[in-house]
């Protein structure tokens, strides 16, 4: 049986990943971004976009959220796509490509530690001032980086089973290949 303290390590561990993950994603796609330690609330008011994917294995099941303006988005668009402005469904579809990285890296760090979560499809929202409830259930914590362009919100919400547990250490099998090595088709 796990006790809270336990499960709270847990949600530490994986909010580590979550913060390098963010770091090395969106330094790679040429957006330089600096985490910032006791972020204060969230809060973007004006055009945003939001992109959320849950995730679900035998013993944890929650979601990872991504919230920032506009304005954040399209310094993200790939240069292929920048000869016109952004579209609606540009903005959302670039948001949810990230939060799919995003969540693949974490994923990837989970199954090295045994836990093999599957993943849903990005769900995106576009809108002004955008509000979210507080979790009712499990832990959640928001992240904030800080960018050139503006504030990129990151929030993982977790629910743990009791008998959930991370292994001590990353497992010996074959090394996974690092995002963007391989293509699946």
């Known amino acids: 049986m796990r006790t809270l303290v336990e499960q709270a390590q847990y949600f530490a561990e994986i909010q580590e990943y979550l913060v390098k993950g963010s770091l090395d994603l969106f330094e790679g796609y040429g957006l330089p971004v600096k985490y910032a330690l006791g972020a204060p609330s969230v809060d973007i008011s004006g055009p945003s976009v939001m992109a959320v994917i849950g995730y679900a294995a035998t013993t944890v099941r ?9 304005a ?7 240069v292929e796509l920048r ?17 799919n990285m995003l969540i693949g890296r974490m ?11 599957l993943l849903s499809t990005p769900t995106t929202i576009f809108g002004d001032d955008l509000k979210l409830p507080v979790p009712t259930s499990g832990m959640s914590g928001w992240q904030r980086f800080s960018s050139p362009a503006g504030d990129i919100h990151v929030r993982l919400d977790a629910t743990f089973e009791v008998e959930f547990e991370l292994s001590k250490d990353e497992t010996t099998a074959a090394k996974l290949p690092s995002e963007g090595e391989t293509v699946l088709f």
């Open 62 to 70: 929650g979601s990872l959220l991504l919230l920032t303006s506009r």
């Open 72 to 78: 954040v988005v399209a310094a993200l668009q790939p």
């Open 83 to 99: 000869d016109e402005p952004p579209t609606e469904a540009v903005l959302r579809d670039i948001l949810g490509e990230f939060c």
């Open 107 to 117: 994923k990837n760090r989970l199954v090295s530690r045994g836990v093999a979560p």
